[in-house]
């Protein structure tokens, strides 16, 4: 298999910050339960920049960082459950902000774990050898799907981009992954689109639009929180043993951001030392597919990752999906 590697990060977060206490005024809620059940002290809503606009910048940052020009870019992918319409993707519009014009554009649906499906899938476009850089993207508006009356989802979220660049390379770096999923769980996370129409039905029995009704987020927490508690320690049992590595050789894991509840459950079950985790739930909430793209930009930044590191994506949510990467950094 041909090596790819990630050879650029970037992030970019809307500037409206919403605190627990801010939330408080709108729903029957506490900064301290907040705080204890999910760990998120504050979280970002775009009030000005739709899905591609958080992308382009994200991925501006993430072409700057590797030292390249959009033009070397080939290919697009914005993983993503709030694009900023079905047509154009948001990819395409990406491109366009850009001025990737030699790039191919396309999104990729798979919620939470959007980010790791499309990290593998653009490996494969790199390894099949027709393509040399693709751009990366988890970016969520997540703010528009939200229903801001309902405090079982409302305090959870929040909005963001992050953003990869990835490049065939003569050194090792994504090493192996493994995707999953589960339509039987459809219901537990939920967005809905728009509905069916009769065009042959009187005027009134149309059911769309429905004047005032958008379609809303909604979860079943304590199912979801169960299922992550199990997928995640599978998926990193999994992708340790297709890498043929043990735990002891991994240096950093890094989740999809969605309760702090849930990576201290997974450390304490695996009896992984919290300190190989990161975390940045506290500052964003859960911004879906765009949460491990975040981190791994803050990482870097940080000077984190080590070239030579071995790290572990791991991702899970709605669908039910979910997915792990392996790589060296
Ligand atoms: O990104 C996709 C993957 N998503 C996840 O992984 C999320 C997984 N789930 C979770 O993180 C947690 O289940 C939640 C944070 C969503 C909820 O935490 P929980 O400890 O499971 O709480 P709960 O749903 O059992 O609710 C406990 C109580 C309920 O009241 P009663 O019925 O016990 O009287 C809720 O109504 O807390 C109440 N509650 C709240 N209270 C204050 C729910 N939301 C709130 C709130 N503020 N915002």
């Known amino acids: 298999m041909k090596d790819v ?52 910048k994200a991925a501006q940052r993430a072409i700057q960082s590797a030292g390249l020009s959009p033009k ?25 902000y850009l001025e990737a014009e030699n790039a191919f554009c396309f999104d990729l649906s798979a919620a939470c774990s959007g980010f790791v499906y499309a990290l593998a899938t653009a490996t494969q476009f790199l390894q099949a050898d027709f393509y040399n850089t693709a751009l990366v993207i988890g970016a969520e508006a ?5 229903d801001w009356e309902d405090r079982n989802t409302c305090v959870l979220f929040g909005d963001g981009a992050g953003a990869v660049v990835l490049q065939k390379s003569k050194k090792k770096g994504i090493e192996t992954f493994y995707l999953g999923a589960d339509g039987k769980g459809d219901e537990l996370l939920q967005c809905p689109g728009l509905p069916l129409q009769d065009p042959f039905a009187k ?62 459950g997974v450390a304490r079950k695996m009896q992984i030392p919290k300190e190989k985790f990161y975390s940045n739930i506290n500052q964003y909430g859960n911004t ?3 949460s491990i793209p975040i981190a791994l930009d ?32």
């Open 5 to 56: 590697r990630i050879i650029g990060t970037g992030r970019w977060i809307p500037k409206n910050q919403l605190t627990n206490d801010d939330l408080s005024s709108l729903v029957d809620t506490s900064d301290e339960w907040i705080r204890t059940r999910t760990g998120i002290q504050t979280r970002y809503v775009s009030t000005e920049e739709n899905t591609s606009h958080l992308a382009a």
């Open 72 to 96: 070397d870019i080939d290919l697009i992918i914005v993983a993503t459950m709030t694009p900023d319409g079905a047509m154009p993707s948001t990819a395409c519009l990406v491109q366009k």
């Open 142 to 146: 997540l703010s528009k799907v939200i």
């Open 203 to 264: 005027e009134k029995q149309r059911i769309y639009p429905v004047e005032g009704i958008l379609p809303a987020l909604t979860m079943k927490g304590k199912e979801v929180f169960q299922f992550a508690l199990t997928i995640v320690p599978a998926c990193i049992q999994r992708i340790l043993h297709q890498g043929r590595y043990d735990l002891t050789d991994i240096h950093h894991i890094v989740l999809h951001q969605a309760n702090i509840r849930i990576l201290e």
């Open 288 to 290: 879906s597919a765009a």
């Open 298 to 329: 803050e990482m870097r930044e940080q000077n984190l990752l080590k070239e030579g590191e071995k790290v572990i994506l791991v991702g899970f949510g709605g669908g039910l999906t979910w997915g792990a990467v392996l790589l060296t950094w």
